[in-house]
């Protein structure tokens, strides 16, 4: 979120209204305790047709390591 807020490329970026940019509501309700504890196949599901695949699952898992390194 960060780097989309210090991005100077990001002073030229207008509001969208394209709805398949629009997160899953499944994704937005998730807790930190269902991020943390997501298997493969619930990424899978949750992540079907998805650029985030592209990442992996063990990509994504790494990044939540970074994010909350007590865990």
């Known amino acids: 979120m960060y780097c989309q807020q210090v991005c ?13 940019f629009t997160p ?3 994704l937005m309700s998730m807790t930190k305790d269902e991020w943390h504890g997501m298997t493969e196949v619930v990424f899978d599901k949750l992540f079907e047709g ?6 992996k699952f063990e990509g994504l898992k790494r990044n939540l ?4 390194p007590d865990q």
């Open 8 to 20: 100077p490329w990001n002073r030229f970026a207008t509001p969208h209204n394209e709805p398949q």
């Open 24 to 26: 899953k509501p499944e």
């Open 50 to 55: 998805s650029a985030v695949k592209r990442a």
């Open 65 to 68: 390591r970074f994010l909350a």
